[in-house]
């Protein structure tokens, strides 16, 4: 589904959506061509591959039921997130939230209508998918519509819990897990995350009056949101992305510090995600913090090679954990 049609249809427009055939796996005559023969899951697989993004690479090394639930899982936090980032009409981004609300509780009911919620509707119950965290992603993307400046880091945390963590949180229970600390580690790496995306995108954001720095660390620096909406850079601004880019290293910190050896392999998927999102961090800082002026971006090949990388490391990893455990069993 083009994003423009998505984002810019009327409120009780869906007949694309609905055209899609569930047994055939195609879809409206005014679809794309190259996507007429899609069953849910290439749809998702689609709407990832096509957005570019890191978390892409590290889903390449799933098993294909995973790979397909974490798949339908990003999907979904696309669709929604397009509604608010390319919806001018706020009034209609509220709609468009409100029919995916609507749309979660048809899927929890068995009865989903767009691609997406009907590729997630094979894995909520497999993979323990609550249907309140989804609920939460919307309402977290929705803040994006009343919100934007955060005084305190406090309050931006809310925002953070449920546009990051809460996805965060879904993907460990998609890769599973023994120990609940693992839980814990996933919703600070989804914090690392969401810091690490605020400073790549300082100027994008800016550019849509939004300001997610708290106010707070502004004033701490002698700076203010206005600064920021001017992309006034200064050594005080430099000093204040430091302190930024400083916190998001720690929560990457904090939440490795909880993850249990025994579970790394298999959240080996999110630790791929950490390397790169990591590295977008060092080149961020390697270039002087200069993110009012470009935004960092890692090639794809590099995205791969990283991802690689981190795999085989875990893999190794986990075969010396193996090998420990079994010496250690009488």
Same mark, same amino acid.
């Given at each position: 589904?083009?994003?423009?049609?998505?984002?810019?249809?009327?409120?009780?427009?869906?007949?694309?959506?609905?055209?899609?055939?569930?047994?055939?796996?195609?879809?409206?005559?005014?679809?794309?061509?190259?996507?007429?023969?899609?069953?849910?899951?290439?749809?998702?697989?689609?709407?990832?591959?096509?957005?570019?993004?890191?978390?892409?690479?590290?889903?390449?090394?799933?098993?294909?039921?995973?790979?397909?639930?974490?798949?339908?899982?990003?999907?979904?936090?696309?669709?929604v997130d397009d509604v608010v980032d390319e919806c001018t009409d706020v009034g209609v981004a509220r709609i468009k939230l409100q029919w995916w609300r609507d749309e979660i509780a048809?899927?929890?009911?068995?009865?989903?209508?767009?691609?997406?919620?009907?590729?997630?509707?094979?894995?909520?119950?497999?993979?323990?998918?609550?249907?309140?965290?989804?609920?939460?992603?919307?309402?977290?993307?929705?803040?994006? +519509? *009343?919100?934007?400046?955060?005084?305190? /880091?406090?309050?931006? %945390?809310?925002? &953070?819990?449920?546009?990051?963590?809460?996805?965060?949180?879904?993907?460990?229970?998609?890769?599973?897990?023994?120990?609940?600390?693992?839980?814990?580690?996933?919703?600070?790496?989804?914090?690392?995350?969401?810091?690490?995306?605020?400073?790549?995108?300082?100027?994008?954001?800016?550019?849509?009056?939004?300001?997610?720095?708290?106010?707070?660390?502004?004033?701490?620096?002698?700076?203010?949101?206005?600064?920021?909406?001017?992309?006034?850079?200064?050594?005080?601004?430099?000093?204040?992305?430091?302190?930024?880019?400083?916190?998001?290293?720690?929560?990457?910190?904090?939440?490795?510090?909880?993850?249990?050896?025994?579970?790394?392999?298999?959240?080996?998927?999110?630790?791929?995600?950490?390397?790169?999102?990591?590295?977008? +961090? *060092?080149?961020?800082?390697?270039?002087? /913090?200069?993110?009012? %002026?470009?935004? &960092?971006?890692?090639?794809?090949?590099?995205?791969?090679?990283?991802?690689?990388?981190?795999?085989?490391?875990e893999a190794q990893r986990a075969k010396r954990y193996q090998q420990t455990q079994s010496h250690a069993t009488p």
């Amino acid at each position: 589904m083009d994003r423009d049609w998505f984002c810019c249809a009327k409120a009780n427009d869906f007949s694309d959506v609905q055209g899609y055939n569930r047994q055939r796996g195609t879809r409206s005559p005014r679809s794309n061509k190259e996507k007429q023969t899609m069953t849910p899951n290439e749809y998702c697989q689609n709407k990832a591959a096509q957005s570019g993004s890191s978390f892409y690479y590290s889903f390449l090394f799933l098993p294909a039921e995973q790979k397909q639930a974490i798949m339908a899982l990003y999907a979904f936090c696309r669709e929604v997130d397009d509604v608010v980032d390319e919806c001018t009409d706020v009034g209609v981004a509220r709609i468009k939230l409100q029919w995916w609300r609507d749309e979660i509780a048809r899927m929890f009911n068995g009865q989903p209508q767009h691609p997406v919620a009907q590729a997630l509707a094979t894995t909520i119950a497999r993979f323990n998918l609550p249907q309140e965290h989804f609920l939460e992603i919307i309402d977290g993307m929705e803040m994006d +519509l *009343d919100v934007a400046t955060y005084a305190t /880091f406090r309050d931006l %945390s809310l925002y &953070i819990h449920r546009v990051a963590s809460m996805v965060g949180l879904m993907s460990a229970e998609i890769f599973g897990f023994e120990d609940r600390k693992t839980l814990k580690y996933a919703h600070d790496l989804g914090t690392a995350f969401q810091l690490t995306n605020i400073l790549r995108d300082l100027r994008e954001d800016a550019s849509l009056g939004r300001v997610y720095l708290p106010q707070e660390d502004l004033a701490r620096f002698g700076l203010s949101t206005q600064d920021v909406l001017a992309l006034r850079m200064s050594d005080e601004m430099k000093k204040m992305l430091a302190f930024q880019a400083q916190r998001a290293r720690e929560f990457y910190r904090k939440a490795f510090e909880h993850l249990p050896e025994g579970d790394r392999a298999r959240q080996r998927s999110g630790i791929i995600m950490a390397e790169i999102y990591q590295t977008v +961090l *060092d080149e961020i800082e390697a270039d002087g /913090f200069e993110v009012f %002026s470009r935004r &960092i971006r890692l090639t794809p090949i590099r995205k791969l090679w990283i991802a690689w990388r981190a795999a085989r490391r875990e893999a190794q990893r986990a075969k010396r954990y193996q090998q420990t455990q079994s010496h250690a069993t009488p």
